[in-house]
């Protein structure tokens, strides 16, 4: 078998999507809870626009998505604890010689590394869930990693961060070429190139430590989109610059230089919370369209579209407040999950 995990950019069957239920990050009141509710819910509604939808559903929470999501969205319901599509999820594959066939891969899901807030338990099983209910083979590994971990170009480059993969409460006895090793096995990596760290507050008590698709994405082979913090005051200010400087000394799989092309930061620098971690890399790609994060900010969330647009041409951008998600730790990139279309392109 020889899998492979497609660009985001390829044509897909159907988005996956986790509907929001009781916990820490839906809040501790009506009003929080509500504000979940809505965010999930516009974004899994704006992706069915250009593909199908589905939304797994706690048993707690079938009434509530039923009202909310109607029937342009397929539900399935499963136990689950956390909503973070992208890392509760599977990853799929394709196994290039095999036409038609599907894989999922399904990680080791530890609560982005067992914090002691975090219920991961029932929601680290829905690799096998959905792999079942996709009707794709199920790619077993024992590596602690998360989708929002990872970003590939189609052509054997993926990008991780040293933070994630190599994190002692992820993976205390795995070196890069152990990691490397097993993305070849499992996505069909032949170049990882492994950036040193990720945004500011991903590495406090409720982030991530590092997840690469709130800093930089591949949408072709050869460019990189790059978070570019351009105020001085920002922690990232410096943080962006250095990634800059290391990703111009990357090359891809083939060997080549990266194009990277930056995409600026909006304006706000702080919320409630401390520095904030506003994104416009964390954002969809879908057939025929761009969902992307936006943060009230006309100016720079036009400017983030522009940039976006050019950079998945023929594809129509849509934004959407994505400030109730990044307010509980990740973007639009990180609620979702693309199963890829096994059928040629065109088919």
Known sequence: MTWSMPSETARHDRTWMAFPRAGQTLGTDEASANEAYDAWSTVALAIAEFEPVTMVVDPSERERAANRL????????????????RDVGPTFVIDESRPGVLGAVDWIFNGWGAPAWAEWQKSAQLGRFIAEEAGAELVSSLLVNEGGAI?????GTVLATETVQLDPARNPFADKAAVESEFARTIGAQKTVWLPRGLTRDYEDFGTRGHVDMVATMPAPG????????NPEHPDFEVSRSLRSFLETQTDATGEKFDIIDLPAPQAVRDDEGWVDW??????????????CGYGEEKADAIAAEILADAYPGRKVVTIDARPILARGGGIHCITQQQPSTQPEGK
């Not at 109607?70 to 599509?85: N, Y």
């Not at 970003?151 to 052509?155: K, L, P, Q, Y």
């Not at 460019?223 to 351009?230: A, C, E």
């Not at 994104?279 to 992307?292: D, E, P, R, T």
């Open 151 to 155: 970003h590939v170009d189609g052509r």
């Open 223 to 230: 460019k990189v989109l790059l978070h570019v913090q351009s």
């Open 70 to 85: 109607g029937r342009d969205i397929e539900q399935r319901e499963a136990p689950l604890d956390e909503f973070w599509m």
């Open 279 to 292: 994104s416009y890399v964390n954002h969809l790609v879908v057939n025929g369209g761009v969902i992307a």
